[in-house]
């Protein structure tokens, strides 16, 4: 006899066949939501969602105001620069100065429609740097649908699980896939999007140092920015600093996104910053494919333009606010999310002694 289940399975299946998804386990974080939606529209019974991080948390009140502002100004009629707005880009330079004490020109920091278009369009131009180079590392724990994008260009990827190979274990295994010499880029995000593991000073030395060795471009995606609560990283310009592989390589893009730190994530707004030496730098790929362009000529003027022409004008002047606020100490912005860390401390004590003996 089949167990009684919450839900009837009936409306699970059904809403799994509507959908043509021939294999659940491969399915999308969207595509589950669709279906829970769908399962909690039948039965009646409200779903507890945790396949996507929305906390609840209300929208910076700085960036609120800056883009309503912007908007009874008229920006909305206008399209924005593809480089994106100069007040955003120079205060984008500041944050990263003084949050994570690495120079970076306001030239390589560019509005994305989200740090999800920011890693779609490194995906692209870090594949078509090198012909020989076509696929991307992912150090997982990660973001499912960093993996989806690849499958939606076509491209090739490899993973493995960073919890066998912490501290220099890393760095036999990293080597073990570099060696190859098919790898464009590697990826992470720290601290980890899902499981909120962070890697150490020692470990992004290591991811450093082995892609500078290969020639491979460093993704670090800081979705959850400086969101490692146990020190507080809420003061600029000061030590401590979120930490980061730009500190031990000079191949690398900085993913930082509005959505979790500043609850902006509504709106699609990011920035993606670039190393000055790599937003410089001409690779042979691009010579054959656009003629002789840089990497950040290609990343803004040939992907991102193809791909949105610009990003949301208001939402950068939101950003932009938000960013020169906090640069300047007027706004602590993890102050306002530190329940992300009261909420992490509280599962970590119930995992352990209910349903989930093995996820600490």
């Given amino acids: 006899m089949m167990k009684k289940t919450p839900i009837d399975c009936k409306f699970i299946d059904d809403a799994i066949n509507e959908m043509h998804i021939a294999d659940f386990s491969r399915a999308t974080i969207r595509e589950v939501k669709a279906i829970a939606a769908k399962a909690e529209e039948l039965s009646g019974v409200e779903f507890i969602k945790m396949e996507m991080g929305v906390p609840g948390l209300p929208p910076s009140s700085v960036g609120v105001k800056a883009e309503i502002e912007a908007l009874q100004n008229g920006i909305a009629s206008l399209y924005p620069d593809i480089n994106g707005l100069p007040e955003l880009k120079n205060e984008a330079s500041k944050f990263v100065k003084a949050f994570i004490d690495v120079d970076i020109n ?19 131009v870090c594949s078509q740097c090198d012909d ?39 760095r036999d295994k990293l080597d073990s896939f570099l060696s190859k010499g098919n790898i464009s880029a590697i990826i992470y995000s720290n601290p980890n999007n899902p499981s909120w593991v962070c890697l150490k000073e020692e470990e992004l030395k290591i991811i450093g140092e082995l892609a500078t060795k290969y020639d491979v471009i460093v993704l670090e995606d800081l ?41 902006y994530a509504g709106q699609r707004i990011g920035v993606s910053c670039i190393s000055n030496s790599l937003y410089k730098r001409i690779y042979p790929g691009f010579i054959k494919r656009y003629g002789e362009c840089s990497f950040g000529s290609v990343f803004v003027h040939r992907v991102l333009y193809a791909l949105s022409s610009g990003t949301s004008h208001s939402a950068q002047y939101a950003m932009a606010a938000m960013l020169k606020a906090a640069n300047e100490g007027k706004y602590n912005f993890l102050k306002e999310v530190s329940i992300y860390g009261d909420r992490a401390r509280k599962l970590k004590r119930y995992f352990p002694t209910s349903w989930f003996p093995y996820c600490i």
């Fill in 132 to 170: 020989i180079k076509d696929t991307i590392l992912f150090i997982d724990p990660g973001f499912p649908v960093q993996k989806q994008q690849l499958v939606v260009m076509g491209k090739k990827y490899e993973t493995f699980d960073v919890y066998k190979y912490r501290g220099e274990k890393l």
């Fill in 223 to 263: 979705a959850y920015f400086a969101m490692d609560f146990r020190t507080d990283l809420s003061v600029p310009y000061q030590a401590p600093f979120q930490p980061s592989v730009a500190h031990y390589t000079n191949n690398y893009i900085l993913l930082i996104s509005g959505s979790k730190a500043f609850s």
């Fill in 106 to 124: 306001p030239e390589g920091c560019i509005p994305v429609t989200g740090s999800m278009q920011g890693t779609y369009a490194s995906f692209m």
